[in-house]
């Protein structure tokens, strides 16, 4: 089973970007369909971007489609998810998780295997 840390949170104005990177353990990363999810205060965890194990298809939640982009480097084991043009509402902690063999459907319901310790973003006006 992989093991995940979040890095790349932090604070930036509206309009701006940050690129969040979730570095993984484990043997079978490649196996693995890799999210984010967030959860800002006093809300729900959400589902944000997932990218599947075989393929690299790629789902975006609505609310960051065009603006968020997941991608994963199976040599390094990493996912990254690059934001732009981020907004207020983006304020949150980012999650990154993981789950063996997921199929996307799956994914945005939160059922994943593994998961990170988060990493929080704020994005001031």
């Known amino acids: 089973q992989v093991q995940l840390v979040e890095s790349g949170g932090g604070l930036v104005q509206a309009g701006g970007s940050l690129r969040l990177s979730c570095a993984a353990s484990?043997?079978?990363?490649?196996?693995?369909?890799l999210a984010w999810f967030r959860q800002a205060p006093g809300k729900e965890r959400e589902f944000v971007a997932a990218?599947?194990?075989?393929?690299?298809?790629?789902d975006y939640a609505d609310s960051v489609t065009g603006r968020f982009t997941i991608s994963r480097d199976n040599a390094k084991n990493t996912v990254d998810l690059q934001m732009n043009s981020l907004k207020p509402d983006d304020t949150a902690v980012y999650y990154c998780?993981?789950?063996?063999?997921?199929?996307?459907?799956?994914?945005?319901?939160?059922?994943?295997?593994?998961w990170g310790r988060g990493t929080l973003v704020t994005v001031s006006s």
């Open positions: 484990g043997r079978t990363f490649s196996r693995y369909t």
């Open positions: 990218i599947h194990w075989a393929g690299g298809i790629t």
């Open positions: 998780a993981a789950g063996f063999l997921s199929r996307l459907s799956s994914v945005r319901t939160g059922s994943m295997d593994v």
